[in-house]
């Protein structure tokens, strides 16, 4: 098993940054990949950015957003910046033994997700 714990979520202004966490636990050695979502009220879960945890290779949808992993904490996170009121949502850090896909349904494992909400 795997679990994922997300944290550094909250209300900020709109052009500000704001760095969110995931602490990664279990079997993380059988791990394909980790990724972020964000998930808008009444949308589907878009992918922000993606991390092959074998080697570390990244790879960001978003030119704001950059993913980056702490061996030493076991800790992914996600670094926004010039934050806007569409980035508001839920985040929410997902990781799976096979994939480092683009979808959120090739992904098994999820954390509880934190809020970011962007004022503007």
């Known amino acids: 098993q795997v679990q994922l714990l997300e944290s550094g979520g909250g209300l900020v202004q709109a052009g500000a940054s704001l760095r969110l966490s995931c602490v990664v636990s279990?079997?993380?050695?059988?791990?394909?990949?980790v990724a972020w979502f964000r998930q808008a009220s009444g949308k589907e879960r878009d992918i922000l950015a993606t991390?092959?945890?074998?080697?570390g290779n990244a790879d960001s949808l978003e030119d704001r957003s950059t993913i980056i992993r702490d061996d030493a904490k076991n800790t992914v996170y996600l670094q926004m910046n010039d934050l806007k009121a569409e980035d508001t949502g839920v985040y929410y850090c997902?990781?799976?033994?096979?994939?480092?896909?683009?979808?959120?349904?090739?992904?098994?494992?999820w954390g509880q997700g934190t809020q970011v909400t962007v004022s503007s």
């Open positions: 997902a990781a799976d033994r096979i994939s480092v896909g683009w979808r959120y349904t090739e992904y098994q494992y």
């Open positions: 279990g079997r993380t050695a059988s791990l394909a990949g």
């Open positions: 991390l092959r945890w074998d080697d």
